[in-house]
């Protein structure tokens, strides 16, 4: 019976980010069969781990924080909508399914899941990623599957623009390639690193491939005996880049300089920035009330007066909030929110690993940064919660390390 259970808590384990992706979006699917089936498997895990979620007493002060964390996404999701706007329960979940991945920890919990079958899945994960990032830009298979619209409707950044939920784990997979490689100098890392990074570039978000680049050399050349040997190489090449990237014919790299530069010289002509636009918005106009400013919106719903006036902003006034990441997160759960945003990643990077496990913090790092100017942060809770594991079950000593016998957790 223990085996049965165990083999019900791996298959959860890996359907969990097809079904939360929404199987990447297939329109060959019935929309509404689909979300509906992703609101019901996230409601039938929550209920599954419930016991992880809300009876466990935590020892680890990560998952003491981990879990006031939970609690607090749970209220600003599900009850502050109530309250701001009387947008209805299950609308709220309908749309909180996104942050609700972050309740995959507590599944990677339940089942103890081994280092080397999570590896798998995140190479996995990572492959299927890429492949349909190939398929779509060689095939142009705009609307049928991927987000619709402006992400992946053009070629202004020299290709097809494909946008797919479970691009993250083309990150994840980069950083824990790069600490795998340092540690065991095996040529099959260098391989996944290099597919990683080229899902990276495919998504051409210029922030995506400008921190995952920086933080990944760091981690190469961080305590490397060739150390002075590589920052001169990267100094030099860094001395040329510009004018390599002023000059270069390269399809995607000229088209996405080209914008860059476009997007500079409406900053020099007095035209703002869209995401300055949209940071003073939110933060100075948008919420009327102390009690918003304080435990947040919630999200909306296109069927809720919230919903509407979101909708109306973002059509005639192209204002977005997920532009802005940390402004978003204030937007749905206020200060509170934000706080418990800063407190759960203060002591994530606070906490001791093993130096073959800092992969997991230049991967919360790149979280960081990068959700400066999307919401990367707010979606990414599968692959979070895989680092968060890593960190707590194999990356402080083997004295702390979770079993499935003798979980030191709680």
């Given at each position: 019976m223990k085996i049965s259970f165990n083999k019900i808590n791996?298959?959860?384990?890996?359907?969990?980010?097809?079904?939360?992706?929404?199987?990447?979006?297939?329109?060959?699917?019935?929309?509404?069969?689909?979300?509906?089936?992703?609101?019901?498997?996230?409601?039938?895990?929550?209920?599954?781990?419930?016991?992880y979620i809300?009876?466990?007493?935590?020892?680890?002060?990560?998952?003491?924080?981990?879990?006031?964390?939970?609690?607090?996404?749970?209220?600003?999701?599900?009850?502050?909508?109530?309250?701001?706007?009387?947008?209805?329960?299950?609308?709220?979940?309908?749309?909180?399914?996104?942050?609700?991945?972050?309740?995959?920890?507590?599944?990677?919990?339940?089942?103890?899941?081994?280092?080397?079958?999570?590896?798998?899945?995140?190479?996995?994960?990572?492959?299927?990623?890429?492949?349909?990032?190939?398929?779509?830009?060689?095939?142009?298979?705009?609307?049928?599957?991927?987000?619709?619209?402006?992400?992946?409707?053009?070629?202004?950044?020299?290709?097809?623009?494909?946008?797919?939920?479970?691009s993250e784990f083309a990150a994840l997979a980069f950083f824990l390639h790069i600490g795998k490689y340092k540690n065991k100098n095996n040529r099959i890392d260098l391989i996944f690193i290099l597919l990683a990074f080229i899902a990276i570039l495919l998504d051409l978000a210029r922030q995506y491939i400008f921190f995952s680049a920086i933080l990944g050399v760091i981690m190469f050349i961080k305590s490397s005996r060739y150390k002075i040997a590589y920052i001169t190489i990267i100094g030099i090449m860094l001395y040329f880049l510009p004018d390599f990237l002023m000059k270069t014919q390269l399809p995607i790299i000229k088209d996405l300089v080209e914008l860059s530069q476009d997007q500079f010289e409406?900053?020099?002509?007095?035209?703002?920035?869209?995401?300055?636009?949209?940071?003073?918005?939110?933060?100075?106009?948008?919420?009327?009330?102390?009690?918003?400013?304080?435990?947040?919106?919630?999200?909306?719903?296109?069927?809720?007066?919230?919903?509407?006036?979101?909708?109306?902003?973002?059509?005639?006034?192209?204002?977005?909030?997920?532009?802005?990441?940390?402004?978003?997160?204030?937007?749905?759960?206020?200060?509170?929110?934000?706080?418990?945003?800063?407190l759960v990643y203060f002591n994530l990077l606070r906490e001791s690993v093993q130096e073959k496990y800092l992969w997991t913090k230049f991967f919360l790092v790149y979280i960081i940064l990068t959700n400066i100017a999307s919401q990367t942060m707010s979606i990414s809770g599968i692959t979070i919660s895989i680092a968060i594991y890593f960190i707590i079950a194999f990356g402080r000593t083997k004295k702390k390390q979770i079993t499935n016998e003798n979980i030191k957790i709680y």
């Open positions: 791996i298959f959860l384990i890996w359907i969990f980010p097809l079904v939360a992706y929404q199987f990447f979006q297939y329109t060959g699917f019935n929309k509404n069969a689909v979300i509906f089936s992703s609101v019901l498997f996230i409601a039938v895990i929550i209920f599954y781990v419930s016991d809300f009876l466990k007493t935590y020892k680890n002060k990560v998952l003491k924080i981990y879990q006031l964390f939970i609690y607090w996404l749970f209220f600003c999701t599900l009850i502050s909508p109530i309250l701001i706007w009387s947008q209805g329960i299950f609308l709220n979940f309908r749309i909180s399914i996104e942050i609700y991945r972050y309740i995959y920890i507590f599944l990677l919990l339940k089942t103890a899941i081994t280092e080397k079958k999570l590896v798998t899945l995140i190479d996995t994960y990572l492959i299927i990623n890429l492949i349909l990032k190939f398929i779509f830009i060689k095939y142009s298979l705009v609307g049928v599957f991927g987000f619709e619209g402006d992400f992946g409707d053009n070629d202004v950044r020299g290709i097809l623009r494909p946008r797919f939920e479970g409406s900053n020099k002509n007095d035209e703002k920035d869209i995401r300055i636009v949209e940071t003073e918005y939110f933060l100075k106009d948008f919420n009327h009330s102390l009690s918003q400013v304080i435990i947040g919106n919630g999200l909306p719903h296109a069927n809720s007066s919230y919903g509407k006036k979101i909708v109306k902003l973002s059509e005639n006034d192209n204002l977005y909030s997920n532009d802005v990441g940390y402004v978003h997160i204030f937007l749905y759960s206020g200060i509170i929110g934000l706080f418990m945003y800063v």
